[in-house]
């Protein structure tokens, strides 16, 4: 089993930054894909940033430019640093993980999610 945990959401002003974590543990071969996702309310989640074992990233276009995200590969993590905060930036931000077996299986996990409100 492979359990997820996020910190760092919180309010902040717009203009103003925050940093999202997500550490993984568990049963854990290999990590391919980590990547953020977001919840906006009455909207669907949705994709906000992607990055790969090698470390290639992809961001949705509202995003590029402020935000980044990263990983530490040696301690299973992966972090979303947000700045120029927009209040369209509101949501509950997700992180998603690929976990590999050693079978070559492969599964995605969840996180919990966690709150980020920007004021305007």
């Known amino acids: 089993q492979v359990q997820l945990v996020e910190s760092g959401g919180g309010l902040v002003q717009a203009g103003g930054s925050l940093r999202l974590s997500c550490a993984a543990s568990?049963?854990?071969?290999?990590?391919?894909?980590m990547a953020w996702y977001r919840q906006a309310p009455g909207e669907q989640r949705a994709l906000v940033a992607t990055i790969t074992s090698a470390g290639s990233t992809y961001y949705v276009n509202s995003v590029k430019g402020r935000f980044t995200i990263s990983r530490d590969n040696a301690k299973n993590t992966v972090t979303l640093q947000m700045n120029s905060l927009k209040p369209e930036d509101t949501a509950v931000y997700y992180c998603?993980?690929?976990?590999?077996?050693?079978?070559?299986?492969?599964?995605?996990?969840w996180g919990q999610g966690t709150q980020v409100t920007v004021s305007s």
């Open positions: 998603n993980v690929q976990v590999v077996n050693r079978d070559a299986t492969a599964y995605y996990y």
């Open positions: 568990g049963s854990i071969f290999s990590i391919n894909t």
